[in-house]
Nanobody, 123 residues
Framework: QVQLVESGGGLVQPGGSLRLSCAAS????????MAWYRQAPGKQRELVAD???????NYADSVKGRFTISRDNAKNTVYLQMNSLKPEDTAVYYC?????????????????WGQGTQVTVSS
């Protein structure tokens, strides 16, 4: 129903910056809250930031002041600007979205996940 494709991950030195993008496609009527999660090796997946359809944002304490989440509703895309990156930010970052779609004429609301993009912060 909905496909989420992340991009922008890679290798960056401590103190550097990366901008992640997540584009949604499918039979979308509306995308509600969009979010970024991350999962480091041996750790549980955690919420990094989210943004509502109204533009309200929330951040994990560990990234507050360094990361900024934003969205472009016309492009069905959410972004995560990551500045002052630290080695502890190393993880696979996953896009998440709550979307209302149509399936065989039926309206449905579901949560969707992207496949993830690797972010590595290292010297």
């Amino acid at each position: 129903q909905v496909q989420l494709v992340e991009s922008g991950g890679g290798l960056v030195q401590p103190g550097g910056s990366l901008r992640l993008s997540c584009a949604a496609s499918g039979n979308i009527i509306n995308i509600n809250t969009m979010a970024w999660y991350r999962q480091a090796p041996g750790k549980q997946r955690e919420l990094v930031a989210d943004i509502s359809s109204a533009g309200n944002t929330n951040y994990a304490d560990s990234v507050k002041g360094r990361f900024t989440i934003s969205r472009d509703n016309a492009k069905n895309t959410v972004y995560l600007q990551m500045n002052s990156l630290k080695p502890e930010d190393t993880a696979v970052y996953y896009c998440n979205a709550g979307a209302i779609t149509t399936t065989f004429g039926k309206v449905r609301g579901s949560q969707y996940w992207g496949q993830g993009t690797q972010v590595t912060v290292s010297s």
